[in-house]
């Protein structure tokens, strides 16, 4: 049967929607309908995205149009510097329209607001994406009358659902969460695996050399670059982890090590919030493992939780809250970003670490992120729009839907407790603890200017969290410093925020 013009569908591929049977291409026809997928300086530029993330999105998309063509769809596919891009989704998407003469425009939902707002200007259609484990009126549904959100709440009934390490209606091991087996630090005699490396292939090479050129002056060391670009090689990427690092990624997780950013993490973040991964897939290599015999159940548990529970968590939250969500400042948040965040020039050792991680990979780990880099944007009372900013451009894997709430609500406590029952705010001893940051430092861990500001942190927020029952125990310790020992605490704390290390 022959189809006329009017019944050809353009159907839209995002960057991070990489994922042969996502929503938009289900149903259609390969030998009428055509995929359309654009680079856009519009979504390369809106925050300086680091280099190193704009190369892995481009060549990951161009792969994946490659695979799309193998399998038989007709791509429209525009570059960024093809002749007469214009710079927009929607402008591609109307060029796209008029040049093949469509009759529909058909798009998967984004992952942020802000492009569900434009999409819903030139889609004809837009359609559920079913990528996620909890669609986001499912979430709703458990979120209703709920007074607080709690991950952990949501975590076991999301175990439930999908049976995972379950047996029978009872947890696997007796117990739903092992975090409290997790939380050792990094021997200095444990040798920690290499991570996956994709050696860059000819279309790899010609978006790092687009990059270089058109995006010379954006945040972060372009190579080495050794990222995976296609399904295969994230897959590949997932098997190394659970061979090599998943048996010590829970015990050694919290930990943070100078020099050394990988340590027993899996880093495939990038891999799933792009689509290259499924998340049921990687649950599934990990609950193999345990099965098998090759990893222990706090490892795996801890694994599972990252995905299953936080990562479907945080984008519940994130459409549950609503576009005003990531202008939250419950603590009246207003001093700018230090331009040490940008350059990672300080003497303080575990900042400029995790400045120097992220600069050169695009990644830092959970706990680099929120125990050093937002436990000092919180202490400090910086700027949650501009910290948010921050988090979305440097890291490979941030979008906003993920991004946005580990900011706004676990980091920086800028919603007021909307799901983090406590602010995660801490003093230089558990830096100490956790890592070697402080071996060399400048700073010893009782001058540290994370302790200074922790207890200034504590003082001037008083106001809105001397109610909290989970901080009664600090401000009862805060209460029995002398008043001198406080004012001495507060004139250390103002002379640090005015000094040339807090400048923009």
Not at 23 to 39: H, I, K, N, P
Not at 213 to 231: D, I, K, M, Q
Not at 304 to 333: C, K, S
Not at 448 to 469: E, K
Request: aromatic share 10%; glycine share 8%; charged share 25%.
């Amino acid at each position: 049967m022959s189809h006329g013009a009017q019944d050809l569908v353009v159907r839209v591929v995002l960057g991070d929607q990489l994922t042969p049977d996502i929503a938009a291409l289900r149903g259609g026809d390969r030998a009428r309908d055509v995929v359309c997928m654009a680079e856009v300086a519009g979504e390369a530029g809106y925050v300086p995205h680091h280099k190193k993330k704009l190369a892995f999105v481009f060549s990951a998309m161009r792969h994946f149009a490659q695979e799309l063509k193998a399998d038989g769809w007709r791509v429209d596919y525009m570059r960024l510097d093809a002749p007469g891009n214009t710079g927009s989704l929607a402008g591609e998407i109307a060029r796209a329209r008029a040049r093949h003469k469509a009759a529909r425009v058909v798009a998967t939902a984004p992952g942020e607001w802000r492009v569900l707002d434009e999409m819903r200007a030139w889609a004809d259609e837009i359609r559920p994406d079913a990528r996620f484990l909890c669609a986001p009126e499912d979430f709703a549904r458990w979120a209703k009358g709920r007074k607080q959100l709690r991950m952990e709440h949501f975590y076991r009934e999301m175990r439930r659902r999908h049976d995972v390490l379950m047996e029978g209606d009872a947890p696997a091991g007796g117990r739903w969460n092992f975090d409290a087996d997790n939380r050792k630090p990094l021997p200095p005699d444990v040798v920690v695996p290499r991570p996956f490396e994709q050696v860059p292939d000819a279309t790899t090479r010609g978006v790092l050399d687009m990059v270089a050129r058109r995006f010379s002056g954006h945040f972060g060391n372009l190579e080495p670059f050794a990222y995976a670009v296609t399904r295969p090689a994230a897959r590949a990427a997932l098997a190394q982890f659970v061979d090599e690092r998943l048996p010590r990624f829970g015990v050694y997780q919290d930990a943070m090590a100078a020099g050394d950013p990988w340590l027993f993490h899996a880093h495939i973040g990038l891999y799933l919030n792009a689509g290259l991964l499924a998340p049921m897939e990687a649950i599934d290599a990990a609950t193999q493992a345990w099965a098998d015999g090759h990893a222990p159940l706090a490892a795996v548990e801890g694994f599972v939780r990252q995905i299953l529970g936080w990562r479907e968590f945080v984008r519940g939250v994130y459409w549950h809250m609503g576009p005003d969500y990531t202008g939250a400042n419950a603590l009246g948040a207003d001093r700018p970003l230090p331009a040490f965040y940008w350059t990672g020039d300080t003497d303080m050792r575990c900042l400029a670490h995790c400045v120097a991680d992220t600069r050169a990979h695009a990644y830092a780990h959970h706990i680099q992120r929120l125990m050093v880099l937002g436990n000092f944007a919180l202490l400090a009372g910086l700027e949650p729009r501009a910290v948010q900013d921050w988090f979305l451009a440097v890291y490979a894997d941030a979008y906003e839907w993920v991004e946005a709430p580990n900011v706004v609500g676990m980091a920086l406590y800028a919603d007021g407790g909307v799901f983090a029952s406590k602010p995660y705010a801490a003093g230089g001893a558990y830096i100490n603890r956790m890592s070697d940051y402080c071996a060399g430092c400048a700073h010893s861990p009782k001058s540290c200017p994370f302790t200074t500001l922790y207890w200034d942190f504590l003082d001037r927020n008083r106001g809105a969290l001397g109610g909290n029952p989970r901080m009664g125990l600090v401000y009862k310790n805060w209460d029995r410093r002398s008043a001198q020992d406080k004012d001495a605490i507060r004139a250390r704390a103002a002379a640090f925020l005015a000094s040339s290390v807090m400048r923009a």
